[in-house]
């Protein structure tokens, strides 16, 4: 029997590799001479990276860059061997680098994602694959342009600061010294988010509370967001403002389809034909994934219910082990052949998220003890 695991971490407990290797474990006492394949997955957020170096190699690389708060610090990006690059944004200008009291985007910047590109162009790379999510900026990439050569102007032709605050004071830009390679190189981003860049729904109104902003500064943050697009687009660039992801990571979906080309695709779909996730599952005689919290939003472009489409397009069993389940419906079950929580027994959070990997392994013991019962009984 073939069998083939790949589910997404479980959030604050375990990464997507150690719940392979749980699952594993437990069918493992089972059916011990079964041929097993681990295929831990992302949905373009957080691990990512992790996940792709896991499977397809590739090298690490460390880069000195800016913070949101224009500080020192070192990031990191993946480096795969088809000249291709995996950069996750919140390496260098993400929420977690700030304090709450640092919280600001209305100077919080986005240089430090530019500085990785840039140094993954002057490694060669011909496609560089972005996942947006948990940035501490509203700046809509005007620091990552900046970073890859581009200036922009006041009315007295000063450069702008950072951060986002700075847009609203734009009159023009100059791309003379952009760097050469962006316009040469393919743009992959990984975004689950649909929001436009403006208004009631864009990157100000829905995620500057969390990133530090008040109501006014959020009134003011859309404003400077609308004349940014507004400029860019008297400059001759393609209005994106409106198109769903630009609002992603605030704003930087924008810059990246505007000035880099960037087709924004969903994440988990990004991450499934980098690793040829059909490929495994036509190989499998059984799929099993999971993920930390089985939940309506899991049919939104989530890791199960991704796999458990395109397991059952090739008619092949599919069960899903996750830390909980809540409020789907039986609709939204059918998509499983089996949904099996594993929290073994009421306890604090803390105390759940420590014992995720046993209660996964156990769980996984049941699962399989109960397809071999099935099996004899047939």
């Keep these: 029997?073939?069998?083939?695991?790949?589910?997404?971490?479980?959030?604050?407990?375990?990464?997507?590799?150690?719940?392979?290797?749980?699952?594993?474990?437990?069918?493992?006492?089972?059916?011990?001479?079964?041929?097993?394949?681990?295929?831990?997955?992302?949905?373009?957020?957080?691990?990512?990276?992790?996940?792709?170096?896991?499977?397809?190699?590739?090298r690490w690389k460390n880069v000195v860059v800016n913070d949101p708060l224009m500080r020192p610090i070192t990031a990191k990006y993946l480096l795969l061997k088809n000249e291709t690059a995996v950069i996750e944004i919140a390496q260098a200008c993400g929420l977690h680098l700030l304090t709450t009291e640092e919280?600001?985007?209305?100077?919080?910047?986005?240089?430090?994602?530019?500085?990785?590109?840039?140094?993954?162009?002057?490694?060669?790379?011909?496609?560089?694959?972005?996942?947006?999510?948990?940035?501490?900026?509203?700046?809509?990439?005007?620091?990552?342009?900046?970073?890859?050569?581009?200036?922009?102007?006041?009315?007295?032709?000063?450069?702008l600061a950072q951060g986002g605050g700075a847009l609203a004071n734009l009159q023009r830009l100059d791309a003379t010294n952009f760097h050469t390679s962006v316009l040469e190189t393919v743009f992959e981003v990984a975004c689950d988010v649909t929001n436009p860049l403006c208004g009631e729904l864009g990157a100000s109104a829905i995620f500057g509370p969390q990133k530090g902003a008040s109501p006014q500064q959020i009134n003011d943050l859309d404003k400077a967001l609308t004349h940014f697009s507004s400029v860019c687009e008297q400059h001759g660039y393609q209005n994106y403002q409106d198109i769903a992801g630009a609002g992603a990571a605030g704003g930087l979906g924008y810059a990246l389809m505007s000035f880099c080309q960037a087709e924004l695709k969903s994440g988990f779909d990004t991450v499934a034909e980098t690793v040829e996730l059909s490929r495994h599952i036509a190989n499998a005689d059984l799929i099993i994934t999971g993920e930390g919290k089985l939940d309506v939003q899991s049919a939104m472009g989530k890791v199960a219910s991704g796999i458990s489409q395109l397991a059952k397009s090739s008619h092949k069993p599919v069960i899903a082990i996750c830390g909980s389940v809540d409020g789907l419906n039986p609709a939204q079950t059918s998509q499983f052949d089996v949904v099996m929580p594993s929290i073994q027994k009421l306890d604090s959070i803390d105390k759940v998220f420590k014992n995720a990997y046993k209660n996964i392994e156990t769980t996984a013991v049941n699962i399989a003890a109960a397809i071999r019962l099935g099996q004899s009984m047939k």
């Design 103 to 159: 919280r600001n985007p209305f100077i919080a910047s986005s240089y430090g994602v530019g500085e990785l590109i840039a140094d993954a162009l002057d490694e060669g790379v011909k496609r560089i694959i972005i996942g947006l999510g948990g940035s501490a900026t509203n700046d809509a990439g005007l620091g990552m342009l900046m970073a890859l050569g581009m200036t922009f102007h006041d009315s007295d032709d000063n450069t």
């Design 1 to 58: 029997m073939k069998i083939l695991i790949a589910p997404d971490s479980f959030k604050e407990s375990l990464e997507a590799l150690y719940v392979c290797h749980a699952i594993q474990s437990g069918f493992s006492q089972v059916f011990p001479d079964a041929d097993y394949k681990l295929l831990p997955m992302a949905d373009g957020g957080e691990g990512t990276s992790a996940v792709l170096s896991y499977v397809l190699g590739g």
